[in-house]
T-cell receptor, first 115, second 108 residues
Framework: GAVVSQHPSRVICKSGTSVKIECRSL??????MFWYRQFPKKSLMLMAT?????????EQGVEKDKFLINHASLTLSTLTVTSAHPEDSSFYIC???????????FGPGTRLTVT | DAKTTQPPSMDCAEGRAANLPCNHS???????VYWYRQIHSQGPQYIIH???NNETNEMASLIITEDRKSSTLILPHATLRDTAVYYC?????????FGAGTRLTVKP
C-alpha cells in the first residue's frame, strides 16, 4: 500500500523557536496533502489543505502566519510551527492523497513538545 | 460532509465479531462512507469505504443500509491488536474530517 512518512517522529523545542515537520509520500505523487493536529484524548482536527504549487487553504481558527505550509513538490509538504509556545505542543499528523484519487494515506505523526 | 454519530466506546471479546455502528442520517447521494482506525499514538489507518453496496476486504466488511442513513463496520474475528479508536466519515471529497469515533477495546 501507499506509504507516507513524517520527520521527525518527535521533537522537543524551546518556547519561541520554530520547528519544521516534513511529510513525504514515498511511493506515489500527491497533489494534495493535509495537516492535522491532535491533542491528548481528542480527535484529529484538520488544520490545512496543502496543494502542490499553490498556497495552502487553512481551516477557520488556524493562524496561517504561525503554521507555515509549503508544498513545493508532489512528494513533499512541510509544516513550520513558528515561534512555538507550550500550547502548540501536540501530535501533528499529515496525510496525502494520490493524484486523481480520493483515497488518503496518513503519516505516523510527529509529537511536538514545546518547553 | 454529513455529520456522523458513533457510540463513544464498545467492548468485544477476542475472537468474536466486532460490529461498530455509525449513523449518518443526513448523508447526500454522492457522499461515500469511510472507516479509519487509530491505534494509540499512531496515524490513522484506512480500513474500508463504500457508497451504496456492501463492501468487504481483508480487514473488514462494511454494511450500508438501503437508505444509506447508517452503516456498520464488521471485524469478523477481533484480536487484541484491533483495540483502537474507529472513525466513520461521510464525505464526497478527500479532506477527511474526524468526529469523536468509537473506542473499541478487545478483551481476552
Amino acid at each position: 500500500g501507499a506509504v507516507v512518512s513524517q520527520h521527525p517522529s518527535r521533537v522537543i523545542c524551546k518556547s519561541g523557536t520554530s520547528v519544521k515537520i516534513e511529510c513525504r509520500s514515498l511511493d506515489f505523487q500527491a497533489t494534495t496533502m493535509f495537516w492535522y493536529r491532535q491533542f491528548p484524548k481528542k480527535s484529529l482536527m484538520l488544520m490545512a489543505t496543502s496543494n502542490e504549487g499553490s498556497k495552502a487553504t487553512y481551516e477557520q481558527g488556524v493562524e496561517k502566519d504561525k503554521f507555515l505550509i509549503n508544498h513545493a513538490s508532489l512528494t513533499l509538504s512541510t509544516l513550520t510551527v513558528t515561534s512555538a509556545h507550550p500550547e502548540d505542543s501536540s501530535f501533528y499528523i499529515c496525510s496525502a492523497s494520490p493524484t486523481r484519487s480520493y483515497e488518503q494515506y496518513f503519516g505516523p505523526g510527529t509529537r511536538l513538545t514545546v518547553t | 460532509d454529513a455529520k456522523t454519530t458513533q457510540p463513544p466506546s464498545m467492548d468485544c471479546a477476542e475472537g468474536r465479531a466486532a460490529n461498530l455502528p455509525c449513523n449518518h442520517s443526513t448523508i447526500s447521494g454522492n457522499e461515500y462512507v469511510y472507516w479509519y482506525r487509530q491505534i494509540h499514538s499512531q496515524g490513522p489507518q484506512y480500513i474500508i469505504h463504500g457508497l451504496k453496496n456492501n463492501e468487504t476486504n481483508e480487514m473488514a466488511s462494511l454494511i450500508i443500509t438501503e437508505d444509506r442513513k447508517s452503516s456498520t463496520l464488521i471485524l469478523p474475528h477481533a484480536t487484541l491488536r484491533d483495540t483502537a479508536v474507529y472513525y466513520c466519515i461521510a464525505t464526497n471529497n478527500n479532506d477527511m474530517r474526524f468526529g469523536a469515533g468509537t473506542r473499541l477495546t478487545v478483551k481476552p
